[in-house]
């Protein structure tokens, strides 16, 4: 077993890496003058079960072609097996045409990733689960929410906690949490009455004096999330705290975190975190070193990774 690790979080890599008790396959990705991505790996592949992680985050582009090159690389490099370790999948929410003559870039990232070289994909709550079905190779998918589940139960515990989905598009995982916390459940659910007014935010279930706690799976411009925090104050709850797997946050989105009435946002480490990330008073992360390294124990060793999860 071999781990590679590209340039989108390196440190992850390197915290999976010291939880098998294993070097990080000696490999460089760097660019020509141009911006061209050229990768070497520094270490005989031929015959190995290689693992190259790589979040296909900011800049999303690089990111994944820095993989796609990675595997070739290793594909040429002669390795019997390779695994694209993608904690967090970019292109996920492109996963149906949204109008006539608009593209379904999450299938034709798999194509690309599968043609690279792949032989099989890990990654993370996927934004939908059917993205499993554009690849004709096996994919793992993981979840964070026994991860949070844990969290939550010993920060809230005493509490009169409430699971909140921050739309009615994320009922089914915050309904998950909810039954995992053996705790209520509360939707938001977002409308516009008529063109050109702004959307009104209603709260599904009383939510007055509870301790919320929205759950999603990605954050990006932090505005779905921030609205939802305002409008469950507005509705008297006693706090709202965030708990997301994938921190995209985008252009200002950790300074509206940081101003939204949102106590505590826990986000994974699927994304490397910036310095404004870092600072923030209202953001904290959880690794998911130790989840990734054991799924990767497992697939290297032929057994079970869904059990993980029972
Ligand atoms: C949408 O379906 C996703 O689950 C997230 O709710 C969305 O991507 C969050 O985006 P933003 O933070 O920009 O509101």
Redesign the pocket.
């Known amino acids: 077993m071999k781990i590679v690790a590209c340039n989108s979080n390196r440190p992850l890599a390197e915290a999976v890496a010291a939880a098998l008790h294993m070097p990080l396959t000696r490999a460089s990705v760097r660019r020509f003058a141009d911006m061209e991505i050229f990768v070497e790996i520094h270490e005989n592949v031929r015959g190995e079960d290689v693992f190259v992680v790589q979040s296909t985050s900011y800049p999303a582009n690089d990111n994944l072609m820095e993989l796609l090159i990675t595997l070739d690389a290793l594909r040429r490099g002669s390795a019997r097996r390779v695994t694209a370790v993608v904690p967090y999948f970019g292109y996920a929410?492109q996963d149906r045409k949204s109008g006539p003559r608009t593209p379904i870039s999450a299938k034709l990232v798999a194509n690309l990733i599968t043609e690279a070289g792949a032989n099989r994909v890990l990654t993370m709550d996927l934004?939908a689960g059917q993205i499993q079905g554009f690849f004709d190779i096996p994919v793992d998918n993981l979840y964070a929410a026994p991860l949070f589940a844990r969290d939550i139960a010993e920060r809230f515990a005493g509490r009169d906690m409430m699971i909140v989905s921050?739309?009615v598009?994320?009922v089914l995982r915050a309904r998950g949490m909810a039954t995992r916390l053996n705790c209520d459940l509360a939707i938001i659910d977002k409308r516009r009455e008529r063109a050109g007014v702004s959307e009104v935010m209603n709260v599904i279930g009383d939510v007055a004096g509870r301790d919320c706690i929205l759950v999603?799976?990605?954050?990006?411009?932090?505005?779905?999330?921030c609205n939802a925090a305002v409008a469950l104050m507005a509705s008297k709850a006693r706090s709202v705290s965030v708990y997301i797997t994938h921190g995209?946050l985008?252009g200002g989105?950790v300074a509206r975190i940081s101003s939204s009435p949102i106590a505590m946002m826990t986000i994974t480490d699927s994304i490397l975190g910036t310095e404004a990330v870092r600072v923030a008073q209202n953001l904290r992360q959880l690794t998911i070193a130790p989840l990734l390294a054991e799924a990767m124990r497992r697939i290297s060793d032929e057994s079970s990774v869904s059990s993980l999860f029972e």
């Open positions: 929410r934004h921050p739309d598009g994320g999603d799976d990605i954050v990006d411009s932090g505005g779905t999330l995209v985008s989105a």
